[in-house]
C-alpha cells in the first residue's frame, strides 16, 4: 500500500507538472509566485461549464464575475448595478429603470435600452426552464421610451421581482455581439459581459482562465486575472493548497470537518465560516398513515439530538438548526419555540398516540410496527452518516427506522412524486429562502407540497405564500410570514438538523476573503495580496 501510495505521489507531482508545462505552452499563465502576486488561483471541483448568462449549466461564481444585471443584491438590500434607478408604480404593475451612461461590455460595445429588451425577451423565450421564477409569468410587455429608459409591464403586483432581478442568473446581461440572431436561446456567441472580469484561456475540465474588463466601470480589481484549476477530488484539492500550487478553497460543498480541523490554526493559511445559508433538514410525508399523527411529528423532533448531529459530525461546523430556517437568514424577528431534545417527551408522545412498546421494543398500533423508512441522496455522505445515527437514536424511543440511498434521478423522483416517509432535503439558501423556497411548496413537483397534503391548513399557509408574493406592504407581509412560518412550524413536518454555513481556506496573503448575501458568488474583485 506504501509503494502504491508513493507511485501515486509522484504520478500525481509528475501530472501537475506536466500541466503547468501545458498551460504555459497554451498561453496561459503559470502560478503566481511572489514575484507575479496579480493572480490568484483558485480551485474548483468540476468544470466550468457552459456560461450562458441566461441558463444553468455554468458555474454560478464563474458567471457572477462576468455578467451584471439591472440591480444587485447586497447587505443592505437591493441597490443599482446596471440601471441607476428605477420606479415602480402605485399599483406594483410598471417598472421604470434609468440606465447608468456609458457602460461598456468587455468587446467596447455599449449598453442601452434596447439591448436589455432584447436580453429579458431572450429569458422569457425559454420560459419553460424558469418556471421557478414568478416573474416570468407575470411580465407582459417590455418598452423602451428612451436610449437608457426601460419599462417592464406585469399583470400583476409581484414583490419579488426585484429580487429575480438581482439573481446571477438568468437576468444577466449580454452584447448583441454575444447574441445568436438576437437571442440566446440556442446558445451564444462568446461569454461578452460587463463584469469586472472575461474569459480568456480554458482548456474543458482542466483550467480556466479569467482576466481583468479593460471597460469595467467600476474599481479596477487589484487581482489581475483569476485562474481556476479544476480538481475534483478533495484530497488533491488539500495538497494543492498545502504545496503553494493555488491560494484559495471556497464553498460550503468544496470544504469538509476534517479538511478545517487541518488547517484550523495552520500558520499560513486562515480559514473563514459564514453565518448560516441553508438549513438542512429531514421533510416528513402528512399523508402518510403514521405520520399523519402529529404526535408522532413532535416525537420526531424531541428525539432528534442536533446537538450532538452539529458536535459530532460537522464537529460543529454546522451549528444545530430549531428551526426551518436560520433567524440570521430570515430578516424578520419571528418567534418560534425550538423542539428542545427530551426522549422521555418524544416517549410520552408516542404513548399519547396509541403506540406502544412491542417485545423487541419496536412500538406497535393495533397490529402495526412503528416503522418508517429515510431516503437519502447517496450522492452525500454525509446524510448517510446522520441516518444512522438517527436510526440509533429513534429506536431508543421503540421507532423502527429503515435507511435507504438513491442515486440522484431516484432520489429526486421520490421528492417530486411525494413517495416517501421521510427524506433528506436541504433549504434554497441565500438568498432564495426563505421567499423562493416557500413559494415552491405551492408546486406539485416539489416535495414540499407533498409533504403537506395531510395539513388541514394546507390550503391557507399557501394563500399565505400568495399574499407573501403580492402585497406591496412591509409591515402586512411581515405578519404573513409569522402566520406562514407559524403555521409549518406548529405542524412539526421539517425536522431541522444543521445550518449549512458558506466556507474558505486561503493563504494568508491573501486579504480581502468574504461572503456576500448570495453565497455562489465569489468576490474575486474584492481580494488582494499581501506579502508578509
Known amino acids: ?44 471541483f468540476q468544470d466550468i461549464g457552459d456560461l450562458n448568462p441566461h441558463l444553468y449549466s455554468g458555474e454560478m461564481f464563474a458567471q457572477n464575475i462576468i455578467y451584471d444585471s439591472l440591480v444587485q443584491l447586497t447587505e443592505s438590500g437591493i441597490e443599482p448595478s446596471l440601471a441607476d434607478s428605477w420606479e415602480i408604480s402605485e399599483d406594483g404593475l410598471t417598472y421604470t429603470f434609468q440606465l447608468r451612461e456609458g457602460v461598456l461590455f468587455s468587446d467596447g460595445s455599449e449598453l442601452d435600452a434596447p439591448l436589455v429588451k432584447a436580453n429579458i425577451e431572450a429569458v422569457l423565450e425559454n420560459k419553460g426552464i424558469h418556471s421557478w421564477l414568478g416573474s416570468v409569468d407575470l411580465i407582459s410587455e417590455i418598452r423602451t421610451p428612451a436610449d437608457l429608459v426601460v419599462q417592464v409591464e406585469l399583470t400583476e403586483s409581484y414583490y419579488p421581482f426585484l429580487t429575480e432581478l438581482s439573481f446571477i442568473r438568468p437576468f444577466a446581461i449580454t452584447s448583441w455581439a454575444a447574441m445568436k440572431d438576437g437571442s440566446t436561446h440556442r446558445g451564444v456567441n462568446s ?42 477530488d478533495n484530497q488533491t484539492r488539500i495538497m494543492a493548497l498545502q504545496r503553494g500550487e493555488v491560494d484559495l478553497i471556497y464553498g460550503k460543498h468544496m470544504i469538509d470537518a476534517e479538511t478545517i480541523q487541518l488547517f484550523q490554526g495552520r500558520d499560513g493559511f486562515s480559514v473563514l465560516s459564514s453565518s448560516p445559508t441553508s438549513t438542512r433538514h429531514i421533510l416528513m410525508n402528512t399523508d402518510h398513515p403514521i405520520l399523519s399523527d402529529i404526535n408522532v411529528r413532535l416525537a420526531l423532533q424531541h428525539a432528534a439530538d442536533v446537538q450532538t448531529i452539529s458536535q459530532g459530525i460537522f464537529t460543529g461546523m454546522e451549528p444545530p438548526a430549531h428551526t426551518l430556517y436560520s433567524p440570521t437568514i430570515f430578516q424578520h424577528d419571528i418567534p418560534l419555540k425550538p423542539f428542545h431534545h427530551d426522549k422521555d417527551l418524544a416517549g410520552s408522545l408516542l404513548d399519547d398516540a396509541g403506540w406502544i412498546p412491542g417485545s423487541d421494543g419496536i412500538r406497535v398500533k393495533n397490529g402495526e410496527s412503528l416503522n418508517l423508512l429515510l431516503f437519502y441522496n447517496q450522492g452525500r455522505v454525509t446524510d448517510r452518516v446522520i441516518a444512522e445515527f438517527l436510526q440509533g437514536e429513534l429506536r431508543q424511543i421503540g421507532m423502527d427506522i429503515r435507511i435507504a440511498g438513491e442515486e440522484e434521478q431516484s432520489y429526486q423522483d421520490h421528492l417530486k412524486t411525494g413517495d416517501f416517509d421521510l427524506v433528506f432535503n436541504i433549504a434554497w439558501g441565500m438568498p432564495y429562502d ?26 391557507l399557509i399557501h394563500q399565505g405564500i400568495n399574499r407573501i408574493l403580492s402585497h406591496p406592504d412591509d409591515v402586512v407581509r411581515e ?54
Open 191 to 232: 461569454y461578452t459581459g460587463t463584469g469586472p472580469y472575461v474569459l480568456s484561456d480554458y482548456m474543458p475540465h482542466d483550467y480556466a482562465l479569467f482576466e481583468m474588463n479593460p471597460y469595467y466601470r467600476g474599481e479596477k480589481p487589484a487581482i489581475e486575472s483569476v485562474l481556476v484549476r479544476v480538481m475534483p
Open 479 to 532: 405578519e404573513l410570514y409569522r402566520d406562514v412560518l407559524g403555521r409549518l412550524h406548529t405542524q412539526a413536518l421539517y425536522l431541522p438538523l444543521t445550518y449549512e454555513t458558506n466556507k474558505a481556506i486561503h493563504r494568508s496573503t491573501l486579504k480581502g476573503v468574504s461572503f456576500k448575501p448570495d453565497e455562489y458568488a465569489i468576490p474575486f474583485k474584492e481580494m488582494y495580496f499581501s506579502e508578509p
Open 1 to 44: 500500500m506504501k509503494r502504491t501510495l508513493l507511485w501515486n505521489t509522484r504520478f500525481l507531482s509528475a501530472a501537475l507538472i506536466l500541466s503547468a508545462l501545458l498551460l504555459s505552452c497554451r498561453g496561459g499563465e503559470s502560478r503566481p509566485t511572489a514575484e507575479n502576486r496579480d493572480q490568484l488561483v483558485y480551485v474548483h
Open 434 to 459: 426563505p421567499l423562493f423556497s416557500l413559494s415552491s411548496m405551492r408546486q406539485m413537483t416539489h416535495g414540499d407540497y407533498a409533504a403537506q397534503l395531510g395539513l388541514d391548513d394546507m390550503e
